[in-house]
């Protein structure tokens, strides 16, 4: 039985060579090489791909693209710091699954795992929110191909390419595919690419899509499909600078092609923008790698969490500017308004409407209730109740430290016995 983690559905890459594995392009394949030799980052367009970059430069945005990849299956907006993994045990192994294999995200981020969007027929189910796309950072100018690899396994599978658009074409050219957009899922795993062709004399940022439809032999789509994934592409008229050399800023460096080439963390023409993942949200802006700068009333590592000027109580947490997210059996704006009309007795908290916590040795909706406990007070009450001081609270009656001692009538100014009055506790 395997545990696996559905967690993305794209490797991003940098084309560098037009060769095929497996039948499709590849994206990465000289990656692997680590070449050293500085080549030119030129225009991105569809007939004008640069031959390869160095890898340091690949590594850079590779590895900020898997960070992409990853968040879209990933709860994206983050009220806390951990992030966690959708997983499911399938003792299964031979469905429909689509992928990015495990030499590819170890060269983007240094660890060898299998990355899923569709695991043995099941797609994940964060892929399929339709806002996820708002919340996912720019593809940088230097990526421009997407490679996924997938098998059918021991069943038939039939795909169909039925959206590869791009919304401003005169930034962004649409988007194609290295292998025909309709056919039969590979029963093998094979890997084939979305190139993504700027129109190489625009700079700008547009959105495309990319609409994925997976059917049975039967005709019937696999549940989840079509995948509709929406992006944005950063495209950038790169030519040579012949003041390259002083305008690159953030510590780019200006090889012998006068083009900047940017370190970890940066990107743009002249180095200028810094990376974060994930953004900075809430109007923060990111100012150095990872580095958010967060507007007034904001705070956090991504500007994620709120600032209160006035504390939020009964354990309440702020959670955006001036709003607190309150403890249940609270409310208003700073959680200062208990739903227990009559309040919790004896350090009880409220836990729903008029119903209390209370703590050991009471109990009713509002902790006014004790409860006789021998282990509680060194020796029982005998007409009591033991209270969580150590202490008896006598019955109607009664006194005494143990209340074991009865109160005595007295009579009233007549002589005539009765309730006339009764002396008083001690």
Same mark, same amino acid.
């Given at each position: ?38 080549? =030119?980052?030129?225009? %991105? ?8 970059? &160095? ?12 960070? %992409? ?6 709860? #994206? ?27 590819? #995200? ?39 191909? #997407? ?33 025909? &957009? ?11 690419? #979305? ?17 994925? %439809? ?17 992006? =944005? ?34 990107? +743009?023409?002249?180095?200028? &923008? ?89 109990? +009713? ?18 007409? +009591? ?36 009055? =009764?002396?008083?506790?001690?």
């Amino acid at each position: 039985m395997k545990n696996r983690a559905i967690v993305g559905s794209i490797a991003i890459t940098d084309p560098s060579a037009n060769r095929t594995v497996n039948g499709s392009a590849s994206c990465a394949e000289k990656l692997t090489a680590g070449t050293d030799k500085h080549k =030119r980052l030129g225009t %991105l367009g569809a007939q004008t791909m640069p031959e390869t970059t &160095t890898a340091t430069g690949q590594q850079q945005a590779l590895a900020l693209l898997l960070t %992409l990849t990853v968040a879209l299956t990933l709860p #994206v907006v983050v009220h806390s710091r951990q992030e966690y993994y959708y997983t499911y045990q399938d003792p299964y192994d031979d469905d429909l699954s689509l992928w990015i294999n495990e030499q590819q #995200v170890k060269i983007f981020s240094g660890v060898a795992m299998k990355i899923y969007a569709i695991d043995n027929g099941r797609v994940s189910p964060h892929i399929r929110d339709p806002n996820f796309s708002q919340y996912l950072p720019v593809i940088p100018s230097e990526v421009s191909c #997407v490679n996924f690899t997938w098998r059918a396994g021991s069943k038939k599978y039939y795909y169909n390419f039925d959206r590869l658009m791009s919304v401003d074409e005169n930034i962004l050219k649409p988007p194609t595919i290295s292998i025909k &957009t309709t056919g039969r899922v590979p029963k093998n795993a094979k890997e084939f690419s #979305v190139i993504l062709p700027c129109s190489g004399n625009v700079s700008g940022i547009a959105m495309f899509s990319i609409g994925l %439809l997976i059917q049975t032999r039967k005709g019937k789509p696999v549940p989840g499909t079509p995948l509709r994934i929406k992006l =944005r592409k950063e495209c950038a008229h790169r030519g040579p600078d012949p003041e390259c050399d002083r305008k690159c800023a953030n510590k780019g460096v200006c090889n012998e092609d006068k083009i900047c080439q940017c370190p970890e963390g940066y990107m +743009g023409q002249y180095c200028q &923008t810094a990376l974060c993942y994930p953004q900075c949200m809430n109007g923060g802006n990111c100012t150095a790698p990872g580095t958010c700068s967060c507007p007034p009333g904001y705070q956090g590592r991504h500007c994620e969490g709120g600032i209160c000027a006035e504390k939020c109580l009964n354990g309440g947490k702020c959670i955006q500017k001036d709003k607190c997210e309150c403890t249940k059996g609270y409310y208003g704006l700073r959680c200062e308004y208990s739903k227990c009309v009559i309040p919790c007795l004896h350090d009880g908290k409220c836990r729903g409407v008029n119903k209390c916590r209370c703590k050991p040795g009471l109990s +009713g909706d509002h902790c006014q209730i004790g409860r006789r406990q021998r282990s509680t007070c060194k020796r029982p009450c005998k007409h +009591g109740l033991c209270q969580p001081n150590h202490t008896c609270a006598c019955d109607s009656g009664w006194y005494g430290r143990l209340c074991n001692q009865r109160e005595k009538k007295r009579r009233n100014i007549n002589g005539v016995g009765g309730d006339a009055g =009764r002396l008083p506790k001690k």
